[in-house]
């Protein structure tokens, strides 16, 4: 296989083809809207189905349907769009079938802008429908990691009958850049047992997320939690960078941990000792490597483009053991690798000391003279 | 000469497509009516192993309890859509929701427009009792002027809440919609021509010639706070005339079976 110039959404949507995805089922948004617009030529192309629905509700609920045929299924969407399918993520959850949602996240709140953002962490990694619920949430930092982890998350879906979402922002869904695509995958002959199929010869099966019985719902619940813990024990993926000596430890996920990459390798080449950790998958959250992290580094500076929602996270797992800072540009602004080498620097000439400094309040008063700055 | 034979031959019996389940609808709902002919029609064409079932929310929530096909259980009024991506991934199997007035003609109705303006090749029965009934009786878009809910105590004022819809009506103007009629189940020969709806909708299917609908009039004396009796009377009486029977849209292929 040879490596080619291919555009994010592309990528994504073809990975997906290949790792059989046998409906498709979508709503036109910017910065997704590629994703569908591939998928329209190329899954009739294949036989396969693709519904171009009336809305994102419809959307969801027709992959809602076709997880409950047995086969493997899924939408990608943008922020707004995601939102409106959340009641269906959460009946998706509660009948505990497999499918995957790639969201091309943009700016918000509300109608917001079509500009990159990971301001969908919350959202996506807490549940973000109603009742008890864990999707596996993976963020892919490049075109191939987008083709590889489409590819993966169709497995893990299947694998705990859960929901799967890779999320990356619209950067990574608009941009080309060369990768490789792996070889098509086989179809699988026979439904899964637990799927319908018409009840020919065997008794037939009802798929429904609804449990009257408190006590039944409960047991549900305790299931749904048992397979998230099963989760946390064996899929985690992160990767790291510079840390054998790193005193200042850098954490983002996404383009925002690809671009502090480039300001890492920067810092490097200046001497400072500084270290990255780019979170891959966010459900499961590698929150031991980072607690190991905390015994090692001095400070950690976690870089986002949200206000913050990673932060909370790492803040659990450091335990306040040290001091950890935080950058961040919002509502659609990607910050540029010299923003984040610049905040390696300050943090290298002044390294904080108290570790319960209020990460968030600093970071404002410094993105709100730097706001002013540029204008 | 003839032979007397004193064998019993068997005219009635339950249809396999129903479980031996008792059901939770109340004393004189005729969701029980419209469950059996699915099940008599599914067994007759021979179906029932190779049909899925979407249940809606609301009274007819457990419709998969009772029905003996494979099930699947919606949110409200998104049956259309999943039966859509059941259907596009499973064109093999007979798919139909089961879904009533709240759920179809209020919070659904992007979706069973749609899936009727895309032809999808499922069937819908419609359960029209004018009511919402799992709720406790709220005002449905198909309640009728003057008719007193929960939620319109003083009788549905049509200056205020509008006017009920007329489903049937509007998705016969859909040029997706093959086989689009409504039937009633308030005495047994409406229950008969509902029975040959219900077929002609599964025949319009099998025959891959898209969406049909049978919508069938139907009552809920406990929300009505009316005895079953006079619940059928009402039917009748009042509601017939704002929902007339007849056929809406009707494919020439499937007027000229016979069944």
């Known amino acids: ?375 | 000469m003839a032979t007397l034979t004193t064998d019993p031959i068997q005219v009635y019996k339950r249809p396999v497509g129903l479980t031996e389940v008792h059901s939770h609808y109340c004393p004189g709902c005729t969701h029980g009516i419209s469950h059996r002919l699915i099940a008599e029609v599914l067994d007759e064409m021979g179906l029932r192993e190779k049909t899925i079932g979407v249940a809606p929310v609301g009274c007819s929530v457990f419709a998969y309890k009772y029905l003996n096909t494979d099930y699947v259980e919606a949110a409200h009024g998104r049956a259309p859509a999943m039966a859509t991506g059941i259907k596009r991934v499973r064109p093999e199997n007979i798919v139909y929701t089961y879904q009533g007035d709240g759920d179809l003609a209020s919070i659904g109705m992007a979706e069973i427009m749609h899936a009727a303006g895309r032809g999808e090749n499922i069937t819908v029965i419609f359960i029209n009792n004018a009511i919402y009934g799992m709720t406790g009786g709220q005002m449905a878009p198909t309640t009728l002027p003057g008719m007193k809910t929960t939620s319109s105590p003083k009788g549905r004022d049509v200056e205020m809440a509008g006017f009920p819809i007329k489903m049937s009506e509007i998705l016969a103007t859909m040029q997706g919609s093959s086989y689009i009629v409504r039937r009633s189940l308030h005495d047994p020969a409406y229950i008969r021509k509902s029975k040959k709806a219900i077929r002609k909708a599964f025949e319009t299917q099998v025959r891959g010639m898209g969406f049909s609908l049978v919508e069938l009039l139907s009552t809920c004396p406990t929300n009505w706070k009316v005895t079953p009796y006079e619940a059928l009377q009402f039917v009748e009486d009042s509601m017939i005339p704002v929902f007339p029977l007849g056929d809406f849209k009707v494919h020439p292929e499937i007027a000229k079976l016979k069944v």
């Open chain 1, 1 to 375: 296989m040879t490596k080619k110039l291919l555009k994010g959404n592309h990528a994504l949507a073809e990975a997906a083809v290949r790792a059989g995805c046998e409906g498709f089922f979508g709503y036109p948004i910017t910065p997704s809207t590629e994703f569908l617009e591939y998928m329209s030529s190329r899954m009739p192309e294949l036989g396969r189905a693709f519904v171009q629905a009336e809305s994102e509700v419809a959307a969801i609920n027709m992959v809602y349907g076709a997880a409950c045929a047995g086969k493997r299924t899924m939408t990608a969407s943008s922020s707004p769009g995601v939102s409106l399918m959340m009641e269906g993520l959460s009946y998706i959850a509660g009948t505990e079938v497999p499918a995957v949602l790639v969201n091309v996240m943009r700016g918000g709140p509300g109608l917001g802008n079509i500009a990159p953002s990971q301001g969908d962490y919350n959202q996506m990694v807490k549940g973000g429908g109603h009742g008890d619920y864990f999707p596996i949430v993976i963020a892919p930092a490049s075109v191939q990691e987008s083709i590889d982890y489409t590819m993966l998350a169709f497995d893990l879906a299947d694998k705990y009958r859960t929901l799967v979402y890779v999320i990356v922002d619209g950067n990574i869904g608009q941009m080309m850049e060369p990768a490789e695509m792996p070889p098509m995958r086989e179809i699988p002959t026979e439904a899964p047992d637990w799927a319908v199929t018409g009840a020919e010869g065997r008794d037939p099966i009802a798929l429904s997320s609804i449990y009257i019985d408190p006590y039944d719902e409960e047991v549900t619940n305790l299931r749904l939690l048992k397979k998230k813990l099963e989760i946390e024990k064996n899929e985690v993926i992160f990767k790291e960078f510079f840390m054998e000596d790193a005193e200042i430890v850098i954490i983002g996920f996404g383009t925002a941990g690809r671009i502090s990459l480039s300001a890492v390798r920067e810092a490097r080449e200046q001497g400072i000792k500084v270290g990255l950790i780019r979170p891959i998958t966010l459900f499961p959250f590698p929150f031991e490597r980072i607690a190991e992290a905390a015994e090692q580094a001095k400070s950690f500076l976690v870089v986002e483009m949200n206000t913050g929602m990673m932060l909370d996270d790492i803040q659990v797992a450091v335990k306040g053991k040290i001091p950890v800072e935080f950058y961040g540009r919002l509502g659609g602004v990607t910050p540029f690798p010299d923003e984040i080498l610049s905040e390696i620097n300050r943090i290298n000439e002044n390294p904080p000391t108290d570790p319960n400094l209020d990460a968030r309040a600093d970071w404002v008063k410094r993105l709100e003279k730097a706001i002013e700055g540029s204008n």
